[in-house]
């Protein structure tokens, strides 16, 4: 069987690969594959690997809500027929696509630890944010050329709002995340402050009225 943390780092990987593109783009940096390619193929071998070698069983709960992903997947895909562009169409059914993948290797992947992968995602959140701020402060500089500010704001709202969703999680989940609610508080506070530096007012004003 997989451990727990080669199965959280592949998720995270797979979850965070548009931001190292991004990331990688905005360094000049060239890769001669596709990271969320290849950490889509690696969910798919585990999620397959777990169902047909390790034979994995799920709860009847688990299987409906596959079941509606699916009926709600093919509803989007019936839709999308109507669309007068085809390569919009295309694109929006793969895009979607990847979050049945993403479900799918959650269910099926016993070794997976959702608060591994939730707390790891939180703290990498807040260094891609922390990165923002920072290049932000060369923002009008000749040391930014024009590929690197196209990069600079297609980043600020992808980051903006994984901000409010992570601030939304810590300061509603009943357990703790970070040991004890002490840490979760200072850990939210951290967040929205980072929010506010950003300058994010959609996710910030969602955040703070569905808090509400």
Known sequence: KYHTMPSVIILLLYFFSGFLKTLLLFYNIELYFDLTALSAALLVLNTLYNIFILRVKITKSQINSLIMLLLFYSWIIISLTYTPSEKYSFIKTINFATNIVAFSYIIFN???????????????????????????????????????????????????????????????????????????????????????????????????????
């Open 110 to 212: 016993k070794n997976l630890r959702i608060l591994t992968f939730l707390r790891l995602n939180i703290i990498i959140t807040i260094l891609f944010a922390l990165w923002y701020i920072g290049i932000s402060s060369n923002i009008g500089s000749s040391s930014l050329n024009e590929v690197q500010l196209n990069v600079y704001r297609v980043f600020y709202l992808s980051i903006s709002y994984l901000l409010g969703i992570i601030f939304l999680i810590i300061s509603t989940n009943k357990n703790n995340i970070f040991s004890n609610k002490g840490n979760d508080f200072i850990l939210s506070a951290l967040v929205l402050g980072i929010m506010l530096m950003i300058r994010g007012r959609g996710p910030l004003l969602f955040s703070l009225l569905f808090l509400g």
